[in-house]
């Protein structure tokens, strides 16, 4: 796959992309994203990767060029990116980053005025184009009418990031789940900025800033990733363990028995804090295709309303701006909320989380016990990926035996590759819109059938 990618521009440095291909970026995303507004006000950041500081002066050289004024918030989580460029009005932003690739990828997470994502069908589609069009690099920097930018700043980084600290406290005081023995592992990312002042009494693991991510991968959705979490849970006997990925903009959860918990069987409780916090008690709440039947049913029956959104937050955000939702997840560990700018805050999303297991252990229960209810109505076998040349016509081998071999089906959604509905059960297949997968999710109401139908679509895949 490109560097251009659905949500954003990732790649493995050197090979995807270089910082000449950066510079062309800057450039072009002020005619793209702002048009005829000059001199439009730009917001910068990166994360704590070995090329980020190169790749943040490349990108830097091509927003001057275009006439930008620029403010560079140096290093920051994702989240941080998205709440200033929503609360100081910015025309556009950029975070620096590949989030939870691998430590030889970087790349770049654009947004424009009150922090809407800008993805391949809003935008980044047109800036590949001049980028690798045959416009040069001069007949961009024709498109500003001015050029030698300004590059200011009101309040330092530091005086920015306490600001942002004490929004995320006055939002969720931390107070509230103090009452919790927990481990945070900030996975030498970028949360390890804020980890301290957020997560006051927490085991802290990996907290580090280091870009070659020596002690595990920045992506907790890898089994491998969450093992060294797991079993420090275990061993301290814990309440429960919380990882975020790379940039902060995702966070995951263990609980005290060390055992994963599917990020979007927590939608419900994320939903019961936004609830409390915005004193309502009902709602729109959205979620991904891939989301659990127990989940939707959970939200149905606390008063919420779900709406199913496709994968992404360059889909999810102007969802959950247009339909009015308070709040809303994904499997992937994504969680959206009203206040924040309609944005996904992984800090936001552990803290309200956090309080939630507080106040069931304030009733006596565990975090599993908490979960039980949610979890335990469906057999989910989580996202499966499988790494096929040709996505389509395994996709359509996969619809094809589900007709021959599956009961009669009850409905469909085709917003994100296919979900299909059946009275025992359901399956999304999809083909992923940042990496070279097909990826299928089954959930049915017994193990067994579960197993049986696991077996029949993966042989379909081939």
Not at 219 to 226: D, F, K, T
Not at 282 to 303: C, F, N, P, Q
Not at 317 to 325: F, M, N, Q, V, Y
Not at 350 to 360: K, T, Y
Request: hydrophobic share 40%; charged share 25%; aromatic share 8%.
């Amino acid at each position: 796959m490109g560097f251009f990618k659905a949500y954003d521009m990732r790649g493995t440095f050197g090979v995807d992309f270089d910082l000449d291909t950066v510079t062309k970026i800057g450039e072009a995303l002020p005619k793209v994203v702002v048009g005829s507004n000059h001199p439009p006000r730009w917001l910068v950041a990166h994360d704590t990767r070995l090329t980020s500081d190169d790749i943040n002066a490349a990108l830097k050289n091509g927003l001057e060029a275009a006439g930008a004024q620029i403010t560079d918030l140096g290093l920051a989580t994702t989240p941080m990116v998205y709440f200033f460029t929503a609360e100081d009005d910015y025309d556009g932003s950029v975070m620096i980053t590949a989030s939870h690739n691998p430590p030889s990828d970087n790349g770049l997470k654009v947004s424009k005025k009150t922090a809407l994502p800008v993805g391949y069908s809003s935008g980044l589609k047109e800036v590949e184009e001049l980028v690798t069009g045959s416009e040069s690099s001069g007949a961009l920097r024709a498109c500003s009418e001015s050029s030698g930018a300004l590059r200011a700043c009101s309040e330092s980084s530091g005086a920015l990031r306490q600001k942002y600290i004490e929004w995320q406290k006055n939002a969720t005081n931390p107070e509230s789940f103090a009452n919790l023995n927990y481990a945070v592992d900030c996975s030498n990312g970028m949360i390890s900025i804020l980890a301290d002042s957020l997560f006051k009494g927490a085991e802290l693991l990996n907290s580090n800033l280091d870009g070659a991510f020596p002690c595990h991968s920045p992506n907790p959705l890898a089994p491998q990733a969450r093992e060294e979490l797991a079993e420090f849970v275990r061993s301290h006997n814990l309440d429960c363990g919380v990882i975020f990925d790379g940039d902060a903009d995702r966070a995951m959860f263990i609980d005290e028995r060390g055992e994963f918990v599917q990020p979007d069987m927590l939608i419900p409780l994320v939903a019961k804090a936004c609830f409390r916090a915005l004193n309502v008690t009902s709602g729109k709440v959205i979620h991904d295709i891939r989301t659990s039947r127990g989940v939707i049913e959970t939200l149905k029956g606390m008063g919420a309303e779900p709406i199913m959104v496709p994968v992404g937050h360059a889909f999810a955000k102007p969802i959950l701006r247009e339909s009015g939702a308070i709040c809303g997840g994904e499997l992937a560990g994504h969680y959206y909320f009203k206040e924040f700018f309609s944005c996904d805050s992984g800090a936001l999303a552990a803290m309200r989380i956090l309080g939630e297991i507080a106040l069931a252990k304030k009733e006596g229960k565990s975090f599993s016990q908490l979960m039980k209810s949610v979890i335990s109505r469906y057999a989910n076998s989580g996202e499966l990926n499988f790494r096929i040349d040709d996505k389509n016509a395994a996709l359509n081998r996969v619809l094809d035996a589900a007709k021959k071999y599956l009961p009669q089906e009850i409905s469909r959604s085709e917003i994100d590759g296919v979900r299909v509905e059946f009275e025992d059960g359901w399956f999304n297949i999809r083909l992923s819109n940042t990496e070279p997968y097909l990826r299928l999710i089954v959930e049915c109401k017994s193990p067994s059938l579960l197993d049986e139908w696991l077996d029949i679509l993966k042989k379909a895949i081939g």
